[in-house]
């Protein structure tokens, strides 16, 4: 007999609809619903992609009993609601990052999580691109010794975006920088979690940016211990006043070589060989593509292309070619056949890294525990 097909309803359309064809020709999904408030918007992504089930009221879609997954894309304030009605519906959830913007909230998500016994992941494009599976893979492979130390960095200007960023706190949207430092020292069965993290706040935004959520920081700088190891991260977020190219970018410093993603965008990783001479200790190295840990039809969505030079291939997709990747993921979960990664316990500990250093740069740099749930 055939293997079940996931039918996945995906909630926001705006950067969601990106996963609409990968979910489409993925063989273990059909890809069922589509769901926006906006009715005009609904139907001109249902009649693109061809999809004819529609809903504006998100509670309404939970009451489909043949929706078995929900893949939500809405804005931030919604993450957290969504998930956990999701959750009580009998719905696997996938959710865009950040979990939530409160301890309690990511404390109510695991709860949800483990009395529906549903699958619910975050869906964190960065542990997903292929810089970092190949900064991955060098670690496991033990190119790069023993890990000493990590920095994440994610650094955006979210000037003239709506409703609820004008002023939001840099580390409350902290898991693209924090998550490699976290993922990459992980196992299967065994996440590596944040235990403390210590934060400063630098700078000062434009008062008028201040009064929405009380914070004044420009730039956020915080370290977290990782629990039961002698490793330690750093990461840096900024979203308003601070003059810099975008970027999500991590560093991974070993005992016998080290691993830096990138300072401008369209750069190549270097790689830090220890024991060459001075001049040739740094290189400049091709990441390979890794479409081929995918299911065939949808490898063609990390945006590979061949590279005669090369003789790789070498990703151009979105995110780092993390999308098709993500979708696998959730699906595999769904279907009962690997761990999701992350889980909700982890999606947990990565986003209250963030959380929980604001509270820190909010007391002038005091240590905070996080929770482990």
């Not at 999904?29 to 906006?38: L, P, T």
């Not at 056949?337 to 963030?354: I, Y």
């Amino acid at each position: 007999m055939p293997s079940k097909r996931i039918r996945v309803a995906i909630v926001g359309l705006g950067f969601g609809a990106e996963f609409i064809p990968i979910y489409q020709a993925h063989p273990d999904a059909e890809m069922y619903a589509v769901c926006r408030r906006n009715r005009r918007e609904l139907d001109s992504c249902g009649d693109r992609f061809g999809i004819k089930t529609r809903y504006t009221d998100f509670n309404e879609l939970l009451r489909d009993p043949n929706v078995d997954a929900v893949h939500i894309n809405s804005p931030i304030p919604d993450h957290a609601p969504q998930s956990l009605a999701a959750l009580k519906a009998g719905k696997h959830v996938a959710c865009t990052v950040p979990m939530g913007t409160s301890v309690e909230v990511c404390r109510q998500l695991v709860d949800a999580q483990r009395r529906s016994g549903k699958v619910y992941t975050m869906m964190e494009t960065v542990v997903y691109s292929r810089e970092y599976l190949f900064a991955k893979e060098l670690y496991d492979r033990g190119v790069l010794g023993r890990i000493q130390f990590l920095r994440g960095s994610h650094q955006q200007d979210m000037d003239g975006w709506p409703d609820y960023w004008p002023g939001l706190p840099p580390m409350w949207y902290a898991t693209h920088c924090v998550s490699p430092c976290l993922a990459i020292l992980s196992q299967p069965g065994k996440p590596a979690l944040a235990e403390f993290v210590s934060c400063y706040g630098s700078g000062r935004i434009r008062e008028e940016l201040i009064k929405r959520y009380n914070s004044p920081f420009a730039v956020e700088t915080a370290t977290f211990k990782v629990k039961d190891s002698d490793v330690a991260a750093e990461v840096t977020r900024s979203l308003f006043d601070v003059a810099r190219q975008y970027r999500e970018s991590f560093d991974v410093t070993g005992s016998r070589a080290s691993f830096e993603w990138q300072q401008v965008e369209g750069e190549d990783p270097v790689i830090h060989f220890k024991g060459l001479p001075e001049g040739q200790i740094p290189r400049r190295v091709k990441v390979p593509d890794y479409a081929g840990r995918l299911p065939d039809p949808i490898r063609k969505f990390t945006g590979a292309i061949h590279d005669a030079t090369h003789l790789s291939f070498v990703q151009g997709g979105g995110h780092g070619g993390s999308h098709p990747h993500l979708a696998h993921n959730f699906l595999c979960a769904c279907l009962d056949r690997q761990p999701a990664f992350p889980d909700a316990p982890t999606s947990a500990n990565w986003t209250m890294v963030g959380i929980c250093a604001h509270q820190s740069a909010l007391k002038g740099g005091d240590k905070v525990l996080l929770p482990q749930f």
